[in-house]
């Protein structure tokens, strides 16, 4: 069963548009926090001037307290990777004796063409099979001092 392809712009925008949202609702949070603040000191002005009633102290709004969101904490920059020099191998070319099941038979040095064109119409006509040559790419092995 195949699903729909998502619209990654239409996603993108839905998010973009939750994200002004929730900042303006921090935002009227905020502006609501200041308004309160103004309010409870202009009510201990006047508790101080006048006695309260039993009723009014009754009345009292009873509002719950809002959690504020700590400051966003800028991310750290990533670490670049390091990456390590790939071992360089130097390669030399020899050219190698093969077999119809790509077995190599036998190596000669890359100047010795000739003699693999050679070695490889002799085994032809002895085992009566096709042998053929091909360049092969190998490791040059340096010596170790010790």
């Known amino acids: 069963m ?3 392809i998502l619209n990654r712009k239409d996603m993108r925008a ?3 548009a939750a994200e002004r949202q929730k900042q303006d609702d921090d935002e009227e949070v ?3 926090e200041a308004e309160n603040d103004e309010d409870e000191e202009e009510e201990e002005g006047e508790e101080s001037g006048e006695e309260v009633d039993e009723e009014d102290a009754g009345e009292e ?3 719950p307290a809002k959690k504020r ?3 966003a904490k800028e991310p750290k920059p990533k670490a670049k990777p390091r990456s390590r020099a790939a071992k360089v191998t130097r390669m030399k070319v020899v050219w190698g004796v093969f077999n119809n099941s790509n077995q190599r038979v036998a190596v000669y040095e890359y100047p010795k063409r000739k003699e693999a064109d050679d070695h490889a119409a002799r085994l032809t006509a002895d085992k009566k099979s096709t042998h053929f040559v091909q360049p092969v ?3 040059i092995e ?3 001092e010790t």
């Open 2 to 4: 195949a699903r729909r």
């Open 142 to 144: 340096e010596k170790k």
């Open 61 to 63: 709004e009873v509002r």
């Open 69 to 71: 969101k700590a400051p």
């Open 137 to 139: 790419k190998e490791p």
């Open 30 to 32: 905020v502006d609501e």
């Open 14 to 16: 839905d998010f973009e």
